[in-house]
Nanobody, 118 residues
Framework: QVQLVESGGGLVQAGGSLRLSCAASGRTFSNYIMAWHRQAPGKEREFVAGIRWTSGIGSYADSVKGRFTISRDNAKNTVYLQMNSLKPEDTAVYYC???????????WGRGTQVTVSS
């Protein structure tokens, strides 16, 4: 059974940093794209960053480019999202997700709350 478990959320002041972790288990993710999405109150869930597990190549939403960095640790089967220069508009529940290349996101974590105060 595939499980994605997020951690690392919390309350931080604007300009601060947080690192989110997503522990993945239940299968091999070598042909998968792992990603972070977020959903703010009253808004639709949106893509934040993604990484191809095998190559480590990342992609980012324009709103977080230059501030967020996605990475993975193969040995720990964990994906990270380093968030720097946080803004109040980054406040949201952050979800870890996984999909095979060319398919929709199939696996989702339960989310972790990130709150950025001004």
């Amino acid at each position: 059974q595939v499980q994605l478990v997020e951690s690392g959320g919390g309350l931080v002041q604007a300009g601060g940093s947080l690192r989110l972790s997503c522990a993945a288990s239940g299968r091999t993710f070598s042909n998968y794209i792992m990603a972070w999405h977020r959903q703010a109150p009253g808004k639709e869930r949106e893509f934040v960053a993604g990484i191809r597990w095998t190559s480590g190549i990342g992609s980012y939403a324009d709103s977080v480019k230059g501030r967020f960095t996605i990475s993975r640790d193969n040995a720990k089967n964990t994906v990270y999202l380093q968030m720097n220069s946080l803004k109040p508009e980054d406040t949201a529940v952050y979800y870890c997700a996984a999909r095979m290349l060319g398919l929709e996101y199939r696996y989702w974590g339960r989310g972790t709350q990130v709150t950025v105060s001004s």
